[in-house]
């Protein structure tokens, strides 16, 4: 067969099999249709389907193929990347600048530290999860944050499905969560820093200033659907200078969105397009994820690692928030609600932990078990969340 016919028996794969999975079982109350994605991907993956039927994944998933699912999801995910950075509202958090700071703060730092002691826990458990090209501290703290992220565009698609998403309480998870998605990405630059090529990245830094003000107003000048092209341009621009210099193209497209502001466009349609590169192209990131898992430590290992991470991640989420809502004086039970919401991972998660295994900083197996824990964080949410809103009154969460 050509290259296109498996490409086609590939995106047939892709975008039916978690489809199909989804709607049969209907799992949509415990795993939305992105997180079935996710776990299809790993199925479909060399550590699952590809020993068990070596000669299909040899066949279907040729180097070809992959390299062009690869280009696909790329792009995918820096689009999806760059709408997150616009969707960042910092001017609504500066206005509740105390509670959103105390809550973002410790609702990130408390994780940040149970996910720093794990990783602790693991190299001195066995050898294996390290990348050949990290420092310790690079391994530990790229776990750490790991464990301490909020996935902000998946919390606003379950946020939706529980019909919060507009309401005091969405609307407060959302400027935290917007706090917590903008320190992901500064921490991540701060692990890439790469010494020998300070220089390129000073230089990125610099141009990338001067360029993001006057690409802002020229955005402010041009009609809407203008800023749309623009904007697409702007990113792959800022997606190959951040490459360029050592900090990683998903640095790049963060920073093109964050420049961007979220009143330059039409929220239904902004939110339309984010649906369009979840049904569209992201399946194909969610594989290309799946076959990046690894399992060679050995299968056991790797789920104890997960669970470890993902308690870790809870826990500290949850204590975080905890104490947050005791120092400003949070109604009963609005903590426990917050933190569950706020310890939604996958996507973001996801994203960032992709980054630190092209940068060697992890290896596959630690890879796996962050993905792992990124699929079960994410579908805790729904059925410990859902039932504690039925119960609650309209001004509960106000």
């Known amino acids: ?84 950075g616009i969707e960042l509202d910092l001017r609504e958090v500066w206005k509740q600048r105390r509670e959103c700071g105390t809550t973002a703060a410790l609702a990130l730092g408390a994780p940040l530290l149970t996910g720093c002691l794990a990783a602790v826990g693991m190299l001195a458990w066995r050898a294996g999860w390290m990348g050949d090209a990290a420092s310790t501290w690079q391994f530990v703290l790229g776990i750490g944050m790991a464990c301490a992220v909020t996935a902000l565009p998946i919390l606003i698609l379950l946020m939706e499905k529980m019909g919060i998403l507009r309401e005091p309480l969405g609307q407060r998870v959302l400027r935290y969560a917007s706090l917590d998605d903008l320190a992901i990405w500064a921490v991540l630059a701060i692990i890439l820093l790469d010494w020998q090529r300070v220089g390129h990245q000073i230089a990125f830094l610099a ?27 702007w990113l792959a621009a800022c997606g190959y200078g951040a490459d360029w210099c050592g900090l990683h193209f998903m640095v790049g497209a ?58 870790a991640s809870v826990v500290g989420k949850l204590a975080g928030v905890g104490v947050a809502g005791k120092l400003l004086g949070w109604k009963r039970g609005d903590a426990w609600t917050v933190g569950w919401l706020l310890q939604t991972k996958a996507l973001i998660m996801i ?25 079960a964080s994410t579908m805790l949410t729904v059925p410990i969340v859902a039932p504690r809103l039925k119960r609650a009154n309209p001004g509960d969460f106000s």
Not at 31 to 47: C, D, F, K, M, S
Not at 55 to 70: D, H, Q, W
Not at 286 to 295: A, I, Q, V
Not at 352 to 374: G, K, P, Q
């Open 254 to 311: 963060f920073l093109a969105g964050a420049v961007m502001e979220r009143e330059w466009f039409d929220l239904d349609r902004l939110d339309g397009l984010r649906h369009n590169v979840l049904l569209v192209v992201m399946p194909v990131y969610f594989l290309s994820t799946g076959l990046r898992t690894n399992w060679q430590i050995g299968g056991t290992a790797v789920f104890v690692a997960a669970a470890l991470l993902l308690v």
């Open 1 to 84: 067969m050509s290259t296109t016919e498996l490409f086609l028996i590939a995106m047939t794969i892709i975008l039916g099999l978690p489809y199909l999975i989804w709607r049969v079982f209907r799992t949509d109350y415990w795993a939305p249709l992105v997180v079935v994605q996710i776990l299809t991907g790993i199925l479909l993956g060399p550590g699952v389907l590809g020993k068990v039927f070596p000669a299909y994944y040899a066949t279907v998933f040729a180097p070809p193929v992959i390299a062009a699912l690869n280009g696909i999801a790329w792009w995918a995910v820096m689009v999806f990347v760059w709408i997150a």
């Open 351 to 375: 994203i960032f932990v992709n980054v630190l295994l092209d940068r060697r900083i992890i290896t596959s197996e630690t890879f796996t078990a962050l993905l792992l824990m990124a699929v």
């Open 207 to 233: 141009v990338f200033g001067v360029a993001a003000w006057l690409f802002r107003r020229l955005m402010a000048r041009v009609p809407e659907m203008d800023r749309y092209f623009l904007g697409l341009v």
